[in-house]
């Protein structure tokens, strides 16, 4: 039996709360919901929606060659970007932890491009990828490159120069690695050196495995983004050439707000959702294996 | 229509906190016009709407700018949540079928009708059937839309050519006035083909069979117009010219390639006028029409009553029109065979900001009152030439206003071509159009067999026409 405090606490706790209950409630589970009714149904974004079950995830897989595309284009993306953020932030965190003079410096030039908006970001971009003008292209000329690469032109480099630009942004996932490093605790680098350990084997044996939960980290909230891979492909390619930069969210995209297929777009959704869940679980079940938390024993 | 309340409160809520609500008790009715235009033709809106609120003290009209692409993509979540304004221009001609054949639109025949106005004799041809949809009228509009190329005069005189009279000459000009370095990499490039929507119809084909219902992708003369674009591979690699062009700024910027001289033809509209006079005044440039194929197809005879009030000058010709009867300097056209002692008849697609009033607006009436107004000729007038656009209306052909500028002169005539044509009016187009962009792409820079292409397009097409007439049938 709840005293009469109690009562009072637990309402007066409701109340203070209720700002974010109802956000919750109305932007965020309803629309959730409401996308999975629509998923089911034939739906333009206007009329009433149409109970049809599972026929858009039927259409997608059997007639959208464009869904398999933008598929592909996307898994492309998460498989090459996933560990080249990660190796590229974690190298500019090794170089940032050195005690060199002027370290506050090269920090924040590198920290810097990852704060610029995305779509700033990606036209200095198309300046800098032009095949015949620009910065890129004009230094492998000088390196002696006779044929370099046409870039966001051409359908086989448009989604590497995509991640070649996105190495600029690492300086985010770089800072959350230079704190984890900045914690390993010297003691141990100490005790190793005592035993012997070269640089290799102090990073291989100490630093590693004392990182591997931003390292999770990070390879999570990667995967998620590199899913959700959109404004640069809107803003510089518009999913060209050929198709080549056509990813599962700009697809969906399209198909909610130009085609007036809502139901296939949530359809579209759903299915990214899955597979966004099983990589992450994947990704979770593995970590037993390879993440040491402080404290344990292996 | 049966809504989710919770969907459709959350609009209104949205809606009434960006738009605002109508009628304030006892003073005059106020109804919202959401409009995509923005800076000067904005200001132009504005100047207007405070003459017609002095004009008229029981309405006052209340604009509201949306912005870009989102503005447009708003107009849907409105729709959806039955919480519109009560006029918008932020609808292309495109999309009109797309929401008239979901009866979101209000049919404008009867207001039409009540006010003694008739389309069909103020409207140019193209716009008579772009503002129907199955019959009926939808929509208004203020402006219409050319598109022609602009040739620069000195780097044809340097190359030693002269407009193209046909589409393979066309393409020889562009060979002739392009330029390579040492290196292989281009100085200077002629004419880059793009837009197969329009191409088609310059070529004599459709993408939609109106009288048949049916869809006609794989038409044997858009896969003639397909080719001859994918032709000009044969002397640029379509990817080179690709990264050429984009290694300058836009085409409406200070470092647009016609602009500084890297293009020698620009396929644009009658704004273009605007943006050379701007941006690069010294260059000397004439225009032509989109020129046809050489041998005549079929489907181009149609050209007799063209209205042309130069049609007596070109009598008698031989074989050649010259435009400069029209005022500018547009060079050569061929008449085709049917159209032999009459003026020709350019081809140009029409796609336009129109003017709905949606079904469930507040202010039906009102809307209509100032809808009604700002579509008459004074009005019409004032806005197109403050922002170099076309007026529709066939009452102003003869308008000093749009006889001054030759460039602005001649896109009258072609605006007023019976061979300038407007969306098919077909729920799907505005998706049958963004993969038109896409066979495009595929044949011309992903060098797959235009036949190919479009036949794939015709099959896909066709599945998704039958499957949206079903939808919308229901």
Redesign the interface.
């Known amino acids: 039996m709840s005293t009469r405090a109690e009562r009072t606490r637990l309402r007066n706790g409701l109340l203070f709360a209720a700002p974010w209950i109802i956000g919750l409630t ?1 932007f965020y589970a ?1 629309p959730i919901l ?1 996308s999975l009714y629509y998923s089911l149904c ?1 739906f ?5 929606p ?1 109970f049809v079950g599972l026929q858009n995830y039927r259409n997608l897989v059997t ?1 959208d060659d464009l869904f398999w595309k933008a598929l592909f284009n996307t898994i492309y993306m998460v498989l090459i970007g996933v560990p080249l953020s990660l190796l590229a932030g974690l190298g500019a965190a090794l170089l940032l932890n050195q005690k060199v003079k002027g370290m506050a410096i090269y920090r924040t030039v590198y920290y810097l491009p990852s704060i610029t908006p995305v779509v700033a970001n990606s036209i200095l971009w ?1 300046w800098l990828l ?4 620009g910065l890129v292209n004009t230094a492998l000329h000088h390196l002696g490159v006779a044929k370099p690469p ?1 870039w966001l ?3 086989f480099w448009s989604k590497p120069a995509m991640l070649v630009m996105g190495l600029w942004g690492v300086g985010g996932g770089m800072v959350i690695y230079l704190a984890a490093l900045q914690n390993v605790p010297v003691a141990l680098y100490e005790a190793a050196s005592l035993d012997g350990a070269g640089v290799t084997s102090r990073f291989r044996h100490v630093t590693l495995p004392m990182i591997t939960p931003v390292i999770l980290f990070n390879v999570i909230t990667g995967l998620i983004g590199f899913f959700q891979y959109f404004t640069e492909a809107y803003v510089m390619t518009n999913g ?4 080549s930069t056509t990813f599962y969210a700009f697809r969906l995209f ?1 198909r909610a ?5 809502m139901g296939s777009a949530s359809a579209m959704a759903w299915i990214l959702f899955v597979i966004v869940l099983a990589c992450t679980l994947v990704v979770f079940k593995s970590s037993m294996r390879w993440v040491y938390y402080g404290g344990e024993v292996q | ?4 309340w ?2 459709r409160w ?1 609009v209104s809520v949205a809606a009434v906190a960006t738009a605002g609500c109508g009628a304030k008790a006892g003073g005059p009715v106020e109804i919202v016009y959401w409009t995509g235009w923005s800076s000067n033709e904005l200001d132009s809106q504005q100047s207007l709407i405070d003459a017609f609120n002095k004009s008229h003290p029981d309405i006052r009209v209340r604009l509201v700018g949306q912005y870009g692409n989102s503005g447009y ?1 708003k107009v ?2 409105a ?2 949540g039955n919480a519109t304004p009560d006029l918008m221009s932020t609808v292309w001609a495109d999309e009109l079928a ?2 008239a054949q ?3 639109l209000e049919p404008l025949d009867p207001y039409l009708k009540q006010s003694g106005r008739d389309i069909d004799k103020e409207y140019v041809p193209s716009l008579r059937t772009s503002l129907r949809v199955d019959g009926k009228v939808y929509a208004l509009a203020v402006t219409t839309n050319t598109q022609f190329i602009v040739y620069n005069r000195d780097l044809f005189a340097q190359s030693n050519q002269q407009p193209p009279a046909d589409a393979d000459e066309l393409r020889a000009v562009s060979k002739a006035c392009t330029v390579t370095g040492p290196d292989g ?2 100085v200077r490039y002629g004419y880059l083909p793009s837009d197969l929507r329009t191409w088609a119809y310059v070529f004599g084909g459709q993408w939609f069979d109106a009288k048949k219902g049916t869809i006609t992708a794989n038409n044997a003369h858009n896969v003639a117009a397909l080719r001859w674009m994918a032709s000009f591979n044969q002397f640029v690699d379509p ?2 010219a ?3 062009q ?2 300058f700024g836009s085409d409406y910027s200070a470092s647009g390639p016609f602009f500084v001289g890297k293009f020698a033809m620009w396929q644009t509209g009658e704004w273009a006028s605007m943006f050379l006079k701007r941006y690069a005044p010294d260059i000397k440039y004439g225009f032509f029409a989109l020129p046809g194929p050489p041998a005549a197809p079929d489907t181009l005879g149609t050209a007799g009553e063209y209205p042309s009030p130069f049609q007596k000058r070109a009598r008698g010709r031989s074989r050649e029109f010259d435009p400069a009867a029209v005022g500018g300097d547009p060079g050569r056209m061929r008449i085709h065979a049917a159209d032999a002692g009459r003026a020709p008849a350019p081809v140009s697609y029409v796609n336009g900001s129109v003017f709905v009033i949606p079904e469930a607006c507040p202010h039906k009436r009102e809307a209509w009152v100032f809808l009604n107004w700002l579509t008459q000729p004074a009005q019409v007038k004032a806005f197109c030439a403050k922002i170099h656009n076309m007026p529709p209306l066939l009452s102003l052909d003869n308008d000093p206003a749009f006889n001054e500028d030759p460039m602005t002169r001649f896109a009258v005539w072609v605006s007023r071509s019976p061979r300038a044509v407007g969306p098919p009016g077909i ?2 187009w ?2 049958y159009s ?1 993969e038109i962009t ?1 066979a495009e ?2 044949a011309i ?2 060098g797959q067999d235009p036949q190919a292409v479009l036949d794939d397009l015709q099959r896909r097409m066709t ?1 998704e026409y039958k499957e949206s007439v079903e ?1 919308l049938g ?1």
């Open positions: 109305v309803y409401a034939s333009d974004g206007i009329r009433t149409r007639q198309l032009n095949p015949d003008i046409g032109a051409d359908p060209g050439p050929q198709d399209n707000f130009q085609d007036f297929q | 229509m049966r809504k989710n919770i969907w959350a993509q849907r979540i729709f959806a797309s929401y979901r009866g979101v990499g281009l990817m080179r690709q990264a050429f984009t290694s729920a799907i505005p998706e963004a896409r792409d595929a820079r992903g599945r939808d229901r």
